[in-house]
């Protein structure tokens, strides 16, 4: 603005008339010291400026600050009162106290002495729950023990089974298609024989066949000494009317289980605790008794091999 002042004299000094060479460098001379002096207060009006926008940020700055810590006053206030109504809650309650009579204070320390026998029996009593507890624990540890032991030597007498099946059904490969079956049922091999494998009609004396196919069984029976033997004889329920050798079905059925039984002792490898021979008459059929070929299927010998359970009956009997 000074600037434009300065020159715009100038140049109505030299519209108006001639001016001398000195008046004009005095002119000039003070537009130099007039604009050093303009451009000198501009940088300050700067500095000021940048100073004020400096100040105003440190201004706000404080402001927030200065909220803050307003609200935390506040908050602190409201704690002060709630404490304080606390205080004064807390001595209200210790001049009561105070003001008890000692009869009342002597009931307040019998009862404190009940609640603490109480205390010291129900503690008494966690204690033997918690020893009993202990005891159970150990207990149970020992039965899931004992259990994977069971579980373990069933799966292994299982496995022997029905190794036992195979190598029996392999050793009587010969005979299938002529009234043999094998099969594993209940922890149990069951080999089945009809008797037209092995006897002739109201006869308890084996056959050529039939006698192969039970010496090829005793050489497997005789490779698995700790297996149980069950020879049982079957017959329909047609009544017998055969010679005077033999009475009845029951009777019949037990010589046919019994000649089974001798057979098998020939071989002397086969530990003879292990068989057993039984009758079982008509009383055990497989399928029904109505045509010819239901009565020949159930007229048969079955031979049930168990695996030995002293082992487990020794595990369950273990405390």
């Known amino acids: 603005m000074l600037k434009k002042i300065i020159i715009l004299s100038v140049i109505i000094a030299l519209s108006s008339s001639c001016v001398s060479s000195k008046i004009y460098k005095e ?10 002096e303009y451009d000198n207060l501009s940088s300050e009006n700067d500095l000021i400026i940048n100073e004020k926008n400096l100040l105003q940020n440190k201004l706000d700055q404080i402001q927030i600050l200065y909220d803050a810590l307003l609200v935390n006053q506040n908050s602190l206030e409201q704690d002060y ?35 603490l026998a109480q205390l010291e029996a129900k503690e008494l009593a966690l204690t033997a729950e918690n020893n009993r507890l202990l005891k159970l624990e150990s207990d149970m540890q020992k039965r899931s023990k004992r259990i994977t032991e ?12 029905r190794n036992l099946k195979n190598a029996i059904s392999n050793a009587l490969t ?8 094998v099969e594993q049922r209940d922890g149990k091999v069951y080999v089945s024989m009809e008797n037209k494998l092995l006897f002739e009609s109201g006869s308890w004396a084996v056959g050529s066949d039939g006698r192969k196919a039970i010496e090829q069984l005793g050489l497997v029976l005789a490779n698995n000494p700790e297996i149980a033997v069950l020879i049982e ?7 017998f009317s055969g010679n ?3 009475a009845n079905n029951w009777d019949l059925s037990t010589k046919r289980a019994t000649a089974i039984v001798k057979i098998l002792s020939e071989n002397q490898n086969i530990k003879l605790e292990n068989l057993t021979a039984a009758g079982r008459s008509e009383y055990a059929p497989i399928t029904l008794n109505n045509s010819s070929d239901g009565k020949a299927k159930n007229r048969r010998i079955e031979v049930v091999l168990t695996p030995k359970l002293d082992e487990i009956s020794k595990l369950l009997k273990t405390n």
């Open 27 to 36: 002119l000039d001379g003070k537009y130099t010291t007039l604009k050093n």
């Open 81 to 115: 009162v709630a404490l304080q109504k606390k205080y004064d809650n807390l001595d209200n309650s210790y001049l009561a106290l105070e003001q008890n009579s000692s009869k009342e204070i002597a009931n307040n320390i019998q009862k404190n002495r009940e609640l």
């Open 150 to 161: 069971l579980e373990t030597l069933i799966s292994s007498k299982d496995q022997a089974m």
């Open 174 to 181: 010969a005979f299938e298609g002529k009234g043999l079956t």
């Open 233 to 239: 004889g079957h017959t329909d329920n047609d009544p």
């Open 244 to 246: 005077g050798h033999i």
